[in-house]
């Protein structure tokens, strides 16, 4: 007996005939290679680094492997008498301090540039690509040029000054400062790039809204132009501090690790960083130290990831932009219906003004507090705060290490309000 059959009926009873590799070969195809060299080069390491971590790893004589458990971490984290405990936090303590040295003019030096070149001056794409060329030099060519600069015997910069100093192998600081130097001039081009970039999006209307405003030069820059690239500055800020934890090229060129040092009986290699110090161990002459490598290894990937974790909560957006707009459709729909029940988002907080919509976002925030502070004088309107007196209009704060970041057209609110 026959019957009838609707048509999404007989197309989901179609849909269930397909195998596996029908619905999703096409997928599989494309996505088949990279899955292929990610589990090879990616995964594949990961696990046979961290299976290597617990072992006692000789690559000469595999007779002498032996599982030792979380031996090698102890020994790293807490046994203070073991050579490679000390020489493996001296590492990360040159290596921490420099990286959070270099950050502040890492990113001022590539942001003043990148400003400079935003207002295209006569010459400035010429200017644009001898700013970025370091960056696309080796890092054996670069050390090159400065061994060559800074020289004790035959060095430009000690014939330009009249000087005799032994830069790179008498004091740990003249070290340092090379070696710094040439991370700065080699590094600067990648957040040029990125700032640049940034820069190209910033809403012209705001600048225009400044200048009407009377804003000087120097003003919209502080408070228009920065706030707006607040998402790069805080990418190009932990990006420069994780590349710099694998600074490794510079110091080998340089110094190799030198001069040496010697600190309550122990001698340093006074230059050294952390990825210096395990690829000197692979080097080295001893062969059963693949282990404990892989311990120090697995704990400096820790140590960045957490870095990571706090890039991204630091960058994870609160509200999306698509929710924004709709709480924003929905307070300016309650508005025309003349009623003030829905001055709410959909978690029933009391909406946030200080949203930027449109060009005159912000001048439109400001002008609605102003109203409210004439129809409500005791309430506290500082723009860069964003909360009021009265505990039943508190507006969300927001994260304080980005208040400074977080308001453009801040030094509207007291011309407002003054």
Known sequence: MSRLVSVEEYAYSRSKRKSFFQRYGLVLLFLGPYLFFFLLFTVYPLVYGIAMSLMRYSISDPTQNAWRGFQNYWTLLTNSASIYNVNFWYAMKNTA???????????????????????????????????????ILPVSSSGVIFIALFSWTFGYVNQWF?????????????AWIVIFLLCVWGGWGGNFVILSAGLKNVDKSLLEAASVDGCTSFGKILHVTIPCIKQQLILCIFTTIIGYFSLYGQIYVLTNGGPDINIDGTNYHSTMSIMWYLQSLINGTQYNVYGMVSAMGITLGIFVGLITAIQLLVTKERKSGHKKADDFARYIESKREGGAKHEHDRLGRPYRLGIPIGPFGHLRHFLHRLEKAKAAPGEFLHPLRRFSAHPD???????????LLDAPFAYRGHRLLH
């Open 97 to 135: 301090l420099f990286a959070l040295l270099i950050v502040p003019v890492a990113i001022l030096l590539p942001l003043i540039m990148a400003i400079l070149i935003n207002f295209q001056p006569k010459g400035y794409k010429f200017f644009r690509a001898v700013i970025y060329l370091p960056s």
């Open 162 to 174: 009249g000087t005799t100093i032994n830069w790179l192998n008498s004091d740990p600081i003249y």
């Open 393 to 403: 209009k508190l507006l969300r704060r927001p994260r304080p290490f980005l208040l």
